[in-house]
């Protein structure tokens, strides 16, 4: 069947995008046009097989883009006479059902459905979902991940009880509808692929997942709350990013203290889980300056602050570095950090020490710890300042 595409789409003429468009308009609205002698010679002169010069886009292609009622006549007998053209791609990759998607035309994504069913009796197709399944060119997206990717809820709920197998398809950057719903925030269409398609896949791009996607767009933390019920509370430690990051990393970096309160009530050992660079999310909302974050982190995990990144360095370590003078104040506030406040990192500065190459004096006086201590250079926090 690809064969007889192939050697259809090479008989093909081309022509602008726009004469197409005008085209279907006319002939596709039952008031005017037909008695109009201008329009005449242009529908005469315009074939149903042709293409247009830019993405290759056949009749159905431009249909799709120009009219709310496919049920007309003429596209009805195109259906008939041109079936293949109605799943034939574009030079993206994308077929008209993929159109009919990114636009959220539901209308024509069904004919094109029944036409699918028809379609496949007596060609080389298992199933009409196999047509529904093509993906295009660039992305190797399916019509659902277009509907989701555009959050347009009723022709991806369309197209998921057409083929509930269409939930696991992950795109070439390893992109779940779910995901992309998530990521979108489509919560009506996210929340339907939970309710209905408990096998669906929860993966994302670069080792992400649905819950990934969640902490970045800080979701709602009732929305988390459900991704946690249907998702179990491993997918909090499924996965990480290629920095190394889980979700709750991406929780604490956004000040999302309410929903790093609910991923430790789920899983507590997360707060003792470093990224690439050794940080832990205390790491991380110290340095960003979240003390709603860190309080959580600290309530929870007492012991979290004796935890080094890389170059074994405290979360007041980073606070200094990266000037939270209210982030300090507030560690050396907690008893934990008592017999922390001293610690040396792997060049043997204390975070006076760090104060004082930062030339920064607010947190220097705040720091009012032991001066005497010396780095790998012999130098006390004096010296350089």
Known sequence: MSGLVQLLKSSLTRLEEQQYFSFIQIITNPFFGWFHEEYSQKIESLDPLEITCGQENNIFHVAVKCTANPRTDPIQTWLREYSLLAFQPNNKGDTPLHVAAKLGNKSFGAVLIEHAKRVVEGHNYESYRDLLRKVNYVKENTALHEAVFNGHFEIAKLLMEEDPSLTCFENKDGESPLFLAVEGRFYDIASIILDTYPNCSLLGRKGMNVMHAAAIRSCTKDFVKKLLERCGSQILEKSEDEFGWMPHHYTANNGQSRLV??????????????????????????????????????????????????????????AVEHKQSFVVNTLLSMRPFVNLINEQDNEGNTALHVAAMDGYSRIFKCLNINKRIINKMGMTAFDIA
Do not use: W
């Not at 003792?272 to 995990?301: F, P």
């Not at 990144?309 to 979360?315: E, K, L, Q």
């Open 261 to 318: 309160r609910l991923f430790l009530e789920a899983k507590k050992c997360i707060a003792y889980i470093k990224d690439k660079q050794g940080m832990t999310a205390l790491h991380i909302s110290a340095k960003m300056g979240h003390v709603g974050v860190m309080r959580a982190l600290m309530e929870k995990c007492p012991d979290i602050g004796e935890l080094l990144d890389n170059r074994d360095r405290t979360a007041l370590h980073i």
